[in-house]
């Protein structure tokens, strides 16, 4: 093989392997992209549910405590009549 060959087997692969490396760079920042992306998309749904789950744990409280009046006011109505 001599010096023309090589030059010629390197004006064809040069091209390609830059192809490839910026293919491949565009590749890696697309699924970088993509997965935050789904991060932030989890995160705003985490961050939805924990307020969802906060009110929750608001409304639950405030139905114990009135069901406990319920409960006492129950007890006295019982306790008159007998």
Known sequence: MNFAD???GTEILAPVLVFLAFS????????RDAWREEAEA???????LDAEVAKLLSEVRALRK???????????????TT
Do not use: D, F, P, V
Not at 42 to 48: Q, S
């Open 6 to 8: 090589a030059l010629n």
């Open 42 to 48: 989890y995160k705003a749904r985490a961050e939805r």
């Open 24 to 31: 491949l760079q565009r590749w890696k920042s697309g699924m």
């Open 66 to 80: 009135e069901n406990a009046e319920l409960r006492e006011e129950i007890t006295e109505l019982l306790n008159r």
